[in-house]
């Protein structure tokens, strides 16, 4: 039933719970002159091609693969349509490989059909702290799907990423595969209730009108905490230590370093958002939270076109209550704009789901490792990485 994934090294629905497989590494690494120096054959019409996101014009292509071609929700309704800025920032993070940015070319056109991508991240499971690649951004063109092109982009980033000596990798999917690390619940807080019911993301429920609707999700106009401002270069070692103190806690996070906090958490315009409480009297940094901004485009409506939605990122209140630093982010989402907050049940996010008006979508995110087994599943509070 899944003739690929039968034959990679990943944890397999047969061997759940069974404790006599050791935690770690799957397959030992192989000498990098034993691997593969040639890449896997595509189709005869198609060629590999590394997609340079430095490019303008090519992370414009790629931009317009996944505008028409990425993640879709189970009823077709909204397709993820991440910017050409973000794409920028979510692929050249620091110590970023370019040959790690694949895609695939029609010979004829020229046209781009497909992409995969891998970043590198430490990744700690448990006391280890493992170098992986991040992988995403797996899309194959609507008129080339089901021709098991897939396995075959897969096997060439593996390829490239054993080729720089790493061995591991860490992704999630919408869909089900051998075999989850944990696997977590989508939540929405709405933030503009009458476009979201208009365009079908939400319902009126029952003994709801839409003048109701709009006052239970009514915000305050500015947010409570005093000193809540935005982070700013500065604040990067206070913030990286905060960060790091709390990730401790879960067993699979980000080893987060000054570097990387600088690359994914400093605020960039319309990519990501990060605030920090600055104690007014001693002046320190207590408490942090961030979301970045992935719209979806509406599919079939006549009066929208996009869904401009924030999501969760990492979060940490060491001084603050949670419930009212996530409040102050869902004030600074809806002064931006946002139609929507999103969130997954990871870490610490349970405990403020539901007094803040978040409601559980119909979608799950799995999270999974490549070549690195744990014992049992975890708990999605157990979980301490957010992927894009
Ligand atoms: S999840 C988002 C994935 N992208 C989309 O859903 C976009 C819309 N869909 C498509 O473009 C975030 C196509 O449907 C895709 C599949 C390309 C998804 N992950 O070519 P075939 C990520 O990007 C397996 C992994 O005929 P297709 C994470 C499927 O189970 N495998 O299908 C990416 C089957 O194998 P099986 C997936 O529909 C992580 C085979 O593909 C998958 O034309 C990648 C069928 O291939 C998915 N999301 O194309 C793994 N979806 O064994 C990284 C389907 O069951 C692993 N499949 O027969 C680590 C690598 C690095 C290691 C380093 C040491
Ligand atoms: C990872 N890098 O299904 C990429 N989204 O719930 C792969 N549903 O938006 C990730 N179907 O529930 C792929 N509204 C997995 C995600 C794929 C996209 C997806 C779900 C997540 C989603 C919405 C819209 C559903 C439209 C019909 C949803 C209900 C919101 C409601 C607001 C008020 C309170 C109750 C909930």
């Known amino acids: ?49 590394t997609c340079d996101m430095e490019s303008d014009e090519t992370c414009n292509e790629v931009y317009s693969l996944l505008k028409d071609n990425y993640v879709e929700d189970d009823e077709n309704m909204f397709r993820f349509n991440y910017s050409q800025e973000f794409l920028r920032w979510a692929l050249c993070p620091p110590g970023y490989y370019p040959s790690w940015h694949i895609g695939v070319r029609a010979k004829a056109s020229r046209k781009l059909v497909a992409f995969i991508t891998g970043v590198p991240a430490r990744i700690r499971v448990r006391d280890e702290v493992v170098k992986m690649a991040e ?40 869909v089900v595969l051998p075999t989850p690390i944990t696997t977590c619940q989508y939540w929405h807080r709405s933030l503009n209730p009458k476009k979201l019911i208009d365009v079908g993301f ?18 305050p106009d500015s947010p409570a905490t005093p000193g809540f401002r935005k982070v700013e270069l500065r604040d990067v070692p206070a913030v990286t230590r905060l960060l790091r103190n709390y990730l401790s806690q879960f067993v699979v ?20 958002d990060s605030y920090l409480v600055e104690s007014p009297e001693t002046h320190e940094i207590t408490d942090f939270c961030s979301f970045y901004t992935l719209p979806s485009s509406i599919l079939g409506n006549q009066n929208y076109l996009t869904l401009k939605a924030a999501y969760s990122y990492y979060n940490v209140s060491m001084k ?48 999974y490792l490549y070549n690195y087994r744990i014992q049992r599943a975890l708990r999605p509070s157990e979980l301490g990485l957010v992927l894009l």
């Not at 939400?202 to 915000?219: D, E, N, P, Q």
């Not at 999103?342 to 409601?359: I, R, T, W, Y």
């Open 1 to 49: 039933t899944h003739k690929f994934w039968e034959s990679q090294p990943v944890g397999q629905f047969k061997d759940i719970g069974d404790s006599s497989l050791p935690e770690g590494p799957i397959e030992p690494p192989t000498s990098l002159s034993e691997v593969k120096q040639e890449p896997y054959n595509l189709p005869a019409l198609y060629e590999w091609t």
């Open 135 to 174: 992988i995403n951004f797996l899309c194959v063109h609507k008129k080339l799907r089901s021709k098991r092109l897939a396995p075959v982009m897969i096997k060439e980033v593996t390829r490239r990423v054993h080729l720089e000596n790493m061995w591991q990798a860490a992704y999630t999917a919408g």
């Open 202 to 219: 939400s319902r009126l429920g029952a003994r709801m009108t839409m003048s109701r609707s709009i006052k239970l999700y009514k915000l």
């Open 253 to 272: 996070a980000p080893d987060f370093d000054e570097n990387d906090v600088e690359h994914w958490l400093l605020p960039t315009e319309n990519v990501v």
């Open 320 to 367: 603050t209550p949670l419930l009212q630093l996530m409040n102050d982010a869902l004030i600074v989402a809806k002064q931006k704009d946002f139609d929507v907050f999103n969130a997954l049940d990871v870490m610490h996010n349970e405990s403020f789901l539901k007094e803040l008006k978040f409601g559980p979508g119909d979608g799950q995110l799995h999270y």
